[in-house]
């Protein structure tokens, strides 16, 4: 592995040609260039030119311009806010406080954390998450869309995956998309189409004209009281909102909010669904930074019944083969009691889950003694085990179920 370092006056020009592995690049603010990696160097009037056969760490001037060819790993840069371009990568990309970025083609993952500058990419074969840029522009994104706190505009010319856009002050504008679109905290113009999934928007938006168009449904939540001029179109159309002059027909419903703000057109091949915000979040959902849970509490004690179930059939058969049908049956009857009171103690449990999220609580929670297993049924599992028949984490299920 060969180490350099390059002491320069100016932010310097650099080219990586090409990259055998991992191209590692990082901004720092002395006035000099290091290298270091398996690598080829040409220094010239205009610049540095390198080719690297393995993995290369390169730190440059912060301002330093910098242009890259093929990467065949990943991609990773840090703290350079100088212009970056680069044409292909084989892995990920992830840039964190860094300038302009300028990408060709993706295999792997973008991530972007705070981008100083403005962000392009001509196709990204995996997921996008971003969190912190000024403009995006992409091409298309074969993956998942996570967009959030961007200063100025998002352009998107396709997305296959889903697409969540959250705090954007500019415009936001994708011209299609193969799955759905979660759109919120928009304050810019909003041109959504040829949509194929459902469109939920949540919050208002500024005064100007915004478009969503979809062959879902769309869901729309909007702030009680904030200015509305409204169109909707579609197969079914479900409106609690607070309209005045109402113009309805088939299919089509037409109204608006005080004097004003936004003219919102909904174009829908399902449903347009319109609600009012709610004051408070959903207590059965949690909301804070890049989290969201939503749990389904009511399936919880039928699934964990079901699999309890269905490992007792599996073991009870060799139970009847080994030491009769009378103890098989035994087994059956006390194991599927065991099993009710799992699934009551889980059903319990989540009760007292409701109780912390918000809901009412009424179940208090019940003990039964244990019953002692017998000498003779230890016995008979144990030699279970030493020949191999069932493993000790089936015996253990076993003796629990005895005691029940």
Known sequence: ????????????????????????????????????????????DKGFLVTSQGDLHLYL?????????????????????????CEYVQGDVVATRSGDTELGTV?????????????SAAEVNGDVVIRGAKDIALAEVHGDLSVRLVEGDITIEAVNGDSDVRTI???????????????????????????????????????????LEARGDIVVRWPGGLPLDLRASATKIDNRLSLEDIAEKKGEV?????????????????????????????????????MEFNFEFDSIAA????????????????????FGGDFGR??????????????????KRTDYSRQASGFDFTAEPSSTPKKAVSIQEQMEILKMVENGKISPEEAQMLLEALEA
């Not at 699934?303 to 080994?322: G, P």
Request: charged share 30%; hydrophobic share 35%; aromatic share 4%.
């Open 1 to 44: 592995m060969t180490r350099e370092r390059f002491n320069i006056s100016k932010p310097p020009f650099v080219r990586v040609d090409s990259c055998a592995g991992d191209l590692v690049v990082r901004g720092w603010p002395e006035p000099a260039l290091e290298l270091k990696g398996d690598y080829q160097l040409h220094d010239s």
């Open 61 to 85: 001037p912060e301002e330093a311009l910098l242009s890259i060819g093929k990467v065949s790993g990943n991609l990773i840069i840090r703290d350079a806010i100088g212009t970056c371009s």
């Open 107 to 119: 295999h792997g993952d973008l991530v972007i954390k705070s981008l100083i500058g403005i962000l």
């Open 169 to 211: 002050h500019g415009n936001v504008t994708i011209e299609r998309s193969f799955r759905d679109v979660n759109l919120n905290n928009v304050r810019g113009l909003v041109n959504i189409s040829g949509v194929m999934g459902d469109i939920r928007l949540r919050g208002g938006l500024p005064d100007g004209h915004h478009l």
């Open 254 to 290: 037409a109204g608006h909010i005080g004097q004003g703000g936004a003219e919102l057109t909904l174009v829908s091949e399902g449903r347009v669904i319109l609600r009012e915000s709610e004051l408070e979040h959903d207590k059965s959902k949690y909301h804070g930074g890049d």
């Open 303 to 322: 699934r964990i019944e079901a699999e309890v179930n269905s490992h007792i059939s599996r073991v009870m058969d060799d139970l009847e083969a080994k």
């Open 330 to 347: 035994r087994y059956s009857e006390k194991a599927a009691r065991k099993a009710e009171k799992v699934a009551e103690r889980t059903r």
